[in-house]
């Protein structure tokens, strides 16, 4: 009898985490679990006995869990937001990435969507939100704005494994009864084709919008409020921006770490790292152009309680962190990616960028709650092991939310790798003939 | 039959993601228009409630449609026989 | 309808502490303990602000108590998303209890910071808990809370008078900060009866506010120290 997935010819890799763990996908299971285990507990003990075993204090009533709220949801801006953009421009590269983002986008979603629920002082009354709700609140905007996204992604990343699940129902030995199911039928005629593309397209538009409201929105929970440095109309490009910059790079080390373990060498080649190496040099330099026009006009009129947060920054307690921020953000990836653009290069200069991300919001969130405007006595808010702990967590249920998907599912989109082969080729020489002046002209 | 009662499982479990998304379609929208109401009785004003939801609300509905849509095209399109 | 205020008056205030203690008792405010208070998180729902200016040998020190501003444009109730922060009556900025999730959205949208969080359940000590206000009901763990201008008084202040047959007077309903201050620095009224002391004395050249470009509104009154 021949081995599964010999039916699956020249892609046939693409399905062995499916139908060949090795001993390494138990491996990382366990580790995974155990600490997302060790998070749930640290969060049940807080259910339990409040939100004191945090570090919080009065005036730094937001900080770990709203920083890794924003991080998270920022996140999620890679995966469908550069699908989505990629397909829309017919990018011919994106095939192999499309849903390595996608997937980013569902689960990281999830887990962002967690973190106000666990920042609540009574999560045991998050239903009073729903009963009392007052829509002046940007909460409810946030609420609104990831419900939308979440639906939206989950649709996105799902109209197109349905062509690669029912391979997978036809060829494959496991998991059949599933496959069936989230197949719908699907046989690969010309009716079933289009009426996919159709799907997709319209998915791939709407997804746009909504994705640069959704961390819209987000920045609006600090910019609707009166505090200094906060108070910024410039907010909301901010973070979109700043989103995109660590999607991408997120997005990026996602890729790097997959193509090692799940020896995707042939498909994820060092051109569409290159590529999306261009696109974070881009938003590097884009996110350093926001970052310095909000620092500028603080630092220009020398109003005293913004000035009061500014020092703290550049030179107060949190200077390690904030021109940490600005080297890991700006200096390394730029010289990294202008001059050593190899996939070591973009790795490093992606790693680099997700902690100056996070850094960054940590900065925009604790400076400006401890510079309160009246004289009250703060300290130095200090995370404890609670917070630490909840955070490794998210990072932990997000490799799992991807190990898992990975178990199940083909981490590319071995349909349209097929799509790209057959007819990619072809379509891209007819689209150039169409920009050259003369017709005749013979491109190979 | 055995394979009929199985197909006929997987029929009404294929349509799980399509009851899912029409129900956080619906199920917002109950959420929206009651608070609309809320913000009425209590003399507060409305304004917001009902401009995020001329946007909110089509957007759900258009996803559950699309899904819906390729639901019911995929069934459509199958293989005659 | 009324618009309740306080006024403060600089000159009369000595710092003695008396305001924030029977605030403390009044109200049942959690004794949080040395370790949470070294933490910052001691609740003082009526507080005093350090403002230190000039430089020596001109320096100054200038203690202001600071009870919550009762703004009436409140930053705190436009972002409340469950409505647990509102302004009831009179002006009163309240807060409901039980419906407060927690969030923490006001504490951090107040430009004066005078909201409080309950970090772990309130707990007191046997002889304080005989001592406890049946009129003030008391907080569970992971609420926000905040001084209230003892609106429970104005509620035994309206029965009081309705059961006398009579309309409310200026001097029926008094915070017990306002009650309990020896030199009597802290006034509080009605700042829309022409004939309350408050009103008189809002008008007065000394009165400012705390902030009053920011456009919040608050209802509390400083009377500058005289020159």
């Not at chain 1, 138990?26 to 285990?37: D, E, I, K, P, R």
């Not at chain 1, 991408?248 to 290159?274: C, D, G, N, S």
């Not at chain 1, 107060?316 to 996939?343: C, E, H, Q, R």
């Not at chain 3, 926000?144 to 008078?161: G, S």
Request: hydrophobic share 45%; net charge positive; aromatic share 14%.
């Amino acid at each position: 009898m021949k081995r599964a997935d010999e039916h699956f010819g020249e892609d046939a890799i693409l399905f062995d985490p499916i139908y060949k763990p090795g001993k390494g996908f138990y491996v990382a299971l366990s580790v995974f679990l155990a600490v997302a285990g060790f998070a749930v507990y640290l969060y049940i003990r807080q259910y339990f006995l409040g939100l004191g075993v945090t570090g919080l204090n009065r005036p730094v009533f937001w900080s770990f869990y709203i920083v890794n709220f924003v991080f998270f949801i920022g996140i999620s801006h890679a995966g469908t937001l550069i699908s989505a953009i990629l397909r829309l421009s017919k990018a011919e590269w994106r095939r192999p990435i499309t849903r390595v983002a996608e997937i980013i986008t569902v689960v990281v979603l999830l887990i962002g969507a967690l973190h106000p629920i666990i920042d609540m002082g009574r999560p045991d009354r998050a239903l009073n939100v729903f009963l009392y709700g007052r829509y002046q609140s940007p909460l409810l905007w946030d609420l609104t704005a990831i419900t939308t996204y979440l639906m939206a992604s989950t649709v996105y990343l799902y109209l197109p494994m349905i062509p690669d699940i029912a391979m997978m129902r036809d060829k494959g030995t496991k998991f059949k009864w599933l496959y069936t199911i989230l197949s719908w039928g699907y046989e690969g005629t010309p009716a079933q084709k289009h009426v996919i593309e159709k799907g997709m397209t319209i998915m791939m538009v709407m997804v746009v919008p909504i994705a640069v409201s959704v961390h819209t929105v987000i920045s609006y929970l600090f910019a609707m409020t009166v505090q200094p440095m906060w108070h910024s109309t410039i907010f909301a490009p901010y973070f979109v921006v700043g989103a995109i910059f660590s999607g991408t790079a997120v997005l990026l080390v996602v890729m790097v770490v997959l193509r090692k373990i799940y020896h995707l060498e042939t498909y994820l080649k060092e051109i569409h790292f290159k590529h999306l190496g261009t696109i974070l040099l881009v938003m590097s330099l884009l996110w350093g152009y926001f970052t310095f026009s909000e620092y500028l006009t603080t630092y220009y009129p020398q109003e005293p309680h913004e000035m009061k947060v500014f020092w703290y920054k550049f030179i107060g307690p949190y200077a390690v962190f904030f021109w940490g921020m600005v080297a890991t953000n700006l200096v390394i990836p730029v010289l990294l990616l202008s001059f050593k653009k190899d996939i070591k290069g973009i790795f490093i200069a992606s790693i680099c960028v997700s902690i100056g991300m996070w850094l960054e919001r940590l900065n925009i969130i604790v400076p400006s709650l401890v510079s309160t405007r009246l004289p009250y006595p703060t300290g130095f808010y200090v995370p404890t092991l609670t917070e630490v702990g909840i955070f490794l967590g998210g990072i932990a249920l997000f490799c799992l939310g991807y190990l898992l998907f990975a178990k199940l599912f083909p981490l590319i989109t071995v349909w349209e790798i097929q799509e790209g082969r057959e007819h990619g080729i072809k379509e891209v020489n007819d689209r150039i003939r169409s920009y050259l002046p003369d017709k005749k002209i013979d491109v190979i | 039959m055995k394979n009929g009662n199985a197909g006929k499982i997987i029929s009404i479990l294929q349509l799980f993601p399509v009851i899912i998304v029409w129900s956080i379609a619906l199920g917002f929208t109950t959420f929206i228009i009651y608070i609309i109401n809320l913000s009425n009785a209590l003399e507060d004003k409305p304004s917001i409630a009902v401009g995020i939801s001329l946007v909110a609300i089509p957007l759900l509905w258009t996803m559950a449609s699309v899904l819906t849509y390729v639901f019911v095209g995929l069934k459509r399109g199958r293989k005659k026989g | 309808m009324a618009k309740w205020g306080m006024v403060i008056d600089l000159d009369k205030c000595t710092m003695c502490g008396t305001c924030i203690a029977s605030c403390h008792i009044e109200n049942n405010v959690a004794i949080v303990g040395p370790e949470e208070a070294k933490k910052n998180r001691a609740i003082f729902w009526m507080d005093t602000i350090t403002f230190e200016e000039g430089e020596y040998p001109n320096a100054r020190i200038k203690i202001v108590p600071r009870p919550c501003m009762n703004c009436q444009s409140p930053q705190c109730t436009y972002v409340c998303p469950v409505n647990a922060t509102q302004k009831g009556e009179g002006g009163i900025i309240g807060q409901i209890y039980p419906r407060c999730i927690g969030c923490r959205y006001c504490t951090v949208a107040c430009p004066y910071t005078v909201k409080y969080f309950n970090w772990y359940k309130p707990e007191w000590e046997k002889e304080f808990k005989k001592a406890l206000n049946p009129d003030v009901s008391l907080r569970p763990r992971g609420v926000v809370e905040k001084c209230t201008f003892c609106t429970h008084r104005l509620q035994k202040a309206k029965e009081k008078a309705k059961a006398e047959g009579r309309k409310m007077i200026d001097g029926d309903y008094w915070p017990a900060c306002a009650e309990s201050c020896p030199t009597g620095a802290i006034y509080f009224g009605d700042l829309e009866d022409i004939n309350s002391k408050v009103y008189e004395l809002h008008r007065s050249p000394r009165a400012y506010r705390l902030f009053e470009d920011m456009g919040t509104d608050p209802t509390v009154y400083y009377l500058m120290e005289g020159r």
